[in-house]
């Protein structure tokens, strides 16, 4: 069984339009972890002390504790009559503050029951506008079910939390499902929405569950909304502690299912199944060096980099002020930027390699090293899985390799060549797809051929996250730089960053009343600060510390509007984190986005987005302060 962390949770109390607070709901679940672990410790066996509907009835909590009543009724048949039987329902009343306002119009139920053999849920939302499209099911109206069969309540994902996706094809029909375990599902037809029946087998690959009175698991169901057809504008939940969609990465955020059973039955914790083994031993898998030993006698030029991750170039100028007014070393470069779009396309590519050229050519007469990275998927996807596509090889190996030949007179300037940006597969969470160990593995090679000294960066996952350096081993290859983006707390660093990109009118006057989340500080329910960064960043430091490698964090920042001492002391707490660490990095970003710039106004919110210049800020201090002290 997992081990069972008690986390702290307190909360950031002022949450707008929703009723309930953080706190209550996580002192409700932190107590109730605390008395089932205590239950598996004493073991022996348990049953309900009343009738299970008048027992379900008391261990009900909204929006945090939903009791599960066991029956060995079947109920696949997709009739809502099937579900009479089950007194409690749990309303899904939370909106994730990341989205837009929620419509009057649209509202969400779940009920929950158990077998011997299934845990069956029936999930129904009233939505007058119902739209499915290809691609990523969370752009369809969708549901989304998590659970945590251990309630081990970590702060992050493992290969045990199961995450799936229920919604329908474009042709609204036939449901399509997405997520490492595939449930059973069954249509119920809903007047004025959408409706399913879930039947997800206690026993499978990542599992097995024996249902007896007293059982616990981590448990959360959202509903993604799309009713205009471009994709998600509003997401709802059922557990009270995610109020900003960080079920996907933090199971400490989900509620709980409570079983209830009327006859005696072993207390039984839950155990494993074969596929968590299975899907660590082929992480741990593919091609790695023999002696690691060389790893130590491999060092890029310079050892480590500084600078900022741009694509607003200005032709050439922001090259120039990088060093001039910031002492930076290194830009890593969107490739993308450079144009024209898509840069791939046998008619611009030409043209992108030129200007391409050029970039480097000015960076390098700046004083900077480069890390062009790539941002674009170079093939046509047509709403298909990149990492199932048969041209996926070919395409990317064209791309850099055509990339590194170009390069080759200014070879001194580049300090690595970033392959993929953030590689993400969301059925695959919360870890990198399989696939992109391999495929990285033979970009190499194939640059190998042209360049073999170049130094070749490449990302954990997944996205930008690091949970693969937990069972990484390095790349057959003496000269990779390994790589993270660090963006924790997403809710303090991105706070208000959805209603400026969306330009959604009741989105901006929401953000407008949450804006002003703190650090150090509670943000989604877990105390931030730089010990709190420390410890989930550890699993980087251990790879780094194993196998001796060169370690870069090719993105971080905080939005300017935060409130400026909180950014700037965010920025102060990370950078002396990696710099403590001996790890290169990269502020994101410089003349892009206002946002992120350090160069505007801070702690002062625009609906448009559109930042004032200010030459010095505290955020800018920090991150001159940090470059100052790296120039040589």
Known sequence: MKKFLVIGLFVFAAIIGYAGSIEKYARIISREAADYHALLKRGGSTQSPLAVKAEAMQRFKAN???????????????????????????????????????PDTLSAYFKVAASD???????????????????????????????????????????????????????GNTPRLLGKLVPEVKPVKVSDGLGFEIAIPLKNDYFKISVFDGLMIGFNICYNNNDAGRGREQKIGWSGIDTEDGSWRNPAVFGALKFVRADKQPVQPVTEGPAILANRLKRQGGETLKDYSVLAKSRPNPERA?????????????????????????????????????????????????RLEKAVKQARDAGLKVIPVAFEVPFELKGRNRWECPELEAAYTHYWVEIVKRLQPYKDAI?????????????????????????????????????????IVYEAGPGG?????????????????????????????????????????????????QIGIRYPGVVSGVYWNRARFEEVLKPVRDFQKKYNVPIYVG??????????????????????????????????????????????????FRPSGVLKYKADTKRGAVIKAAFKRHAK
């Not at 009724?73 to 899904?92: A, C, F, H, S, Y």
């Not at 939302?125 to 752009?139: M, Q, W």
């Not at 919360?430 to 992109?436: E, G, M, S, T, V």
Request: charged share 25%; aromatic share 16%.
């Open 64 to 102: 945090v504790v939903y009791p599960v009543i066991y029956s060995q009724k079947e109920r696949m048949n997709g009739t809502l009559k099937d579900w009479e039987d089950i007194p409690v329902t749990g309303q899904l009343t939370v909106p994730a503050s990341c989205f837009g306002p929620v």
């Open 117 to 171: 053999k299934y845990l069956y849920i029936l999930a129904v939302s009233h939505d007058k506008k119902l739209r499915f499209k290809a691609g990523a099911p969370f752009n369809s109206d969708s549901f989304e079910v998590f659970i945590d069969p251990f309630f081990a309540r970590n702060l992050r994902s493992d290969d045990s939390i199961i995450q799936t996706f229920i919604t329908l094809d474009k042709d």
């Open 306 to 354: 500084y600078g900022f991750q741009s694509g607003g170039l200005r032709g050439g100028k922001s090259f120039y002020d990088m060093v001039k007014d910031w002492k930076a070393g290194a830009v890593r470069l969107q490739l993308q930027q450079l144009g024209p779009r898509p840069t791939w396309k046998p008619e611009n590519f030409p043209v992108f390699l030129d």
């Open 415 to 455: 300090w690595g060549y970033d392959l993929v940006n953030e590689p993400l597969e969301r059925s695959q969470l919360p870890y990198a797809p399989l696939q992109w160990r391999k495929l990285a593995v033979k970009l190499v090679r194939a640059i190998r051929k042209v360049d073999p000294d170049a130094w």
């Open 465 to 513: 996250d690091w949970r693969g350096f937990e069972d990484l081993k390095p790349l057959p290859d003496d000269k990779i730089i390994y790589s993270l983006h660090f963006y924790e707390p997403g809710a303090f660093t991105h706070q208000g960053i959805a209603a400026t990109q969306l330009q959604d009118p009741n989105l901006i006057a929401k953000a407008q009343k």
């Open 555 to 604: 993105e971080f920042s905080v939005i300017a509007w935060a409130p400026p001492e909180c950014g700037a002391q965010y920025l102060k707490d990370v950078t002396d984190i990696f710099d403590k660490y001996g790890w290169s990095w990269t502020y994101h970003g410089y003349r892009e986005y206002y946002g992120w710039r350090l160069d505007v106004e801070e702690g002062v």
